[in-house]
């Protein structure tokens, strides 16, 4: 898949000669900046600016990227040859359908997600239908789906990077939104919970392959476009749900 490349000063030095691990490791961190995070959309929500139906838009919308997720990692599985990735990636894909009994802590991302929409007054199969998922959000997603299907292994690996800037992103929601929303039941804020200490693992092993893997100074570049179109990916996602919420409080011209 062809990526927008994105022309960024090298630092000093031979630019033809490779960035040392922990200087590839850093200019990896350096693209938090865009993450989504920063979005108008986040900010307003994560300081108590969203209305309600705000609020449910935004967990209807994103429940499509959450069940997009195993998919997507289930793509990466397929492309690797070594069991060793194996045996860790495949923890990514039940950590969002579940394991075992499917209940309590092993119920899954999915689920906790679920129980998010129903504790901010989405019914279940309401949820589940997709109803009101922006064709937007669809695409944006499909599109990363379809990236992890088509791409080296690696460069998919590389793609889920932006875990390294998500552990603030919850904690900032389970900060603000007990004061902010407090119409919203504490069980429902679980999957927030769940994901910090999963995103550093997870972390762990994505960068192991992405700084054994991009060794050249062209390719270390390329995985940085690869860590950019995902983070375009989330920001694309929050402008289609903030234009959902901007049409939602449009008065109707019947």
Request: hydrophobic fraction near 40%.
């Amino acid at each position: 898949m062809e990526l927008a490349q994105t022309h960024r000063p090298d630092s000093a030095g031979d630019p033809a000669t490779p960035w040392t691990r922990a200087e590839f490791e850093a200019q990896l961190h350096a693209q938090g900046a865009g993450y989504h995070i920063h979005h108008p959309f986040n900010v307003r929500m994560n300081s108590g600016q969203c209305a309600p139906d705000e609020l449910r838009h935004w967990v209807r919308n994103r429940f499509y990227y959450q069940i997009c997720i195993p998919r997507k990692d289930a793509a990466i599985l397929a492309n690797m040859p070594d069991r060793e990735h194996r045996r860790l990636w495949i923890e990514r894909i039940l950590d969002h359908d579940g394991y075992g009994d499917y209940t309590g802590s092993a119920a899954g991302g999915i689920e906790a997600w679920t129980r998010l929409g129903e504790a901010v007054g989405i019914a279940r199969d309401d949820l589940w239908s997709l109803r009101g998922v922006a064709p937007a959000v669809r695409f944006a997603c499909d599109a990363y789906v379809n990236f992890a299907a088509s791409a080296p292994w690696q460069e998919a690996v590389c793609s889920s990077l932006t875990e390294m800037f998500a552990p603030q992103i919850h904690k900032d929601r389970l900060a603000g939104w007990p004061t902010h929303y407090p119409w919203i039941d504490a069980e429902g804020l679980n999957y927030f919970r769940s994901r910090i200490p999963l995103a550093g693992r997870d972390v762990a092993h994505g960068l192991q392959v992405t700084l054994a893997h991009f060794t050249t100074r062209p390719a270390q570049h390329r995985a940085l476009d690869i860590l950019q179109f995902k983070l375009d990916i989330l920001w694309t996602l929050l402008d289609a749900i903030e234009k959902v919420c901007l049409n939602d409080t449009q008065p109707s011209r019947d």
